[in-house]
């Protein structure tokens, strides 16, 4: 089983981008010759027929060992397909979502009462550079590139580029932070981030701007968790016990201190101080409206 397993992997990575870069050229208009394309097909039967097998013996063998129908699917596939790849297929396709949903002006999930908390502020102006900078990239390759096939693939990955890097930012602004009408917290970013902190486990909650190094997420020693836009986190939330989060590629970890970037921290500190008393706003309050909080910039 191991060794179908190692085989079964490695004739995805090795043959599906084949498959990949020939649909683009069918869908481009490209004219492959007919041995090539006989040649790819026949890879990618044999590699579905490997996957097949492999996944079937996974399968039954779950469903051996007691487990449904769905678990043992579901099971079967976690084994054969890399967390990494699968986490990276469904940011894709929420990111895509969140794209129509940008379009529609509509926002992901938000409670009934709850406060939307923006983020997207200081990487707004980065993201929309780099689509200008995706776009001259596009035109410019279409210009000096005289092969009409690589002309075809390279259009077709530039204008997909383009279109991810939109739904990128489309993510960001329809899933928004959200405290909901009990105080609870909802973290996010985009597709790529999602953590939900109930209000029992809020201790206090403090708009306290850091700028912290690392990536995106970014855990120390303490159980310090940094959720970072634009190199800078402006609310700090204290938490009553540890909470466990996934990260984007799907290793998990646990923190007890969330520090993450708010547009308006202030309103955001005070919407978690008056939900805990059940008081949450549905819109941002007026500065003078707010509770008080404690402040360090």
């Known amino acids: 089983m191991t060794v179908g397993l190692r085989v079964a992997r490695g004739a995805v990575w090795a043959v599906l981008p084949t498959e990949v870069v020939l649909i683009v050229c069918v869908v481009a208009g490209v004219r492959i010759p007919g041995v090539v394309q006989l040649v790819a097909e026949v890879l990618v039967v044999g590699v579905l027929v490997v996957e097949a097998a492999v996944l079937w013996r996974l399968y039954a063998a779950r469903r051996r060992a007691g487990a449904g129908w769905w678990e043992a699917w579901r099971s079967a596939v976690g084994v054969l397909v890399p967390v990494a790849v699968r986490r990276l297929v469904v940011h894709e396709f929420r990111a895509l979502h ?11 999930r938000i409670p009934r009462g709850a406060l939307t908390v923006p983020y997207t502020g200081p990487q707004t102006g980065t993201m929309y550079a780099f689509l200008f900078v995706c776009v001259v990239e596009t035109v410019v390759l279409a210009l000096v590139i005289p092969w009409p096939l690589v002309h075809a693939i390279l259009l077709v990955v530039d204008v997909y580029g ?3 890097v939109l739904a990128l930012h489309a993510a960001c602004v329809t899933r928004p932070h959200v405290v909901e009408g009990d105080g609870s917290l909802r973290v996010r970013y985009g597709a790529l981030f999602d953590l939900r902190v109930p209000a029992s486990r809020i201790a206090s909650a403090r708009v306290e701007r850091r700028y912290p190094d690392g990536g995106l997420v970014r855990v120390d020693g303490d159980g310090v968790l940094d959720l970072v836009v634009g190199s800078q986190t402006t609310v700090a939330v204290e938490l009553v016990e540890p909470v466990e989060f996934v990260r984007p590629l799907g290793r998990r970890g646990s ?3 969330l520090r993450f970037h708010a547009d308006d921290p202030r309103a955001a500190v005070a919407a978690l101080t008056r939900g805990r008393a059940g008081r949450v706003p549905s819109s941002v309050p007026a500065p003078e409206a707010t509770a008080p909080f404690s402040t360090r910039e």
């Open 98 to 108: 969140s794209l129509g949903l940008w379009v529609l002006r509509r926002r992901h």
């Open 255 to 257: 923190a007890r201190t």
């Open 162 to 164: 383009v279109v991810l």
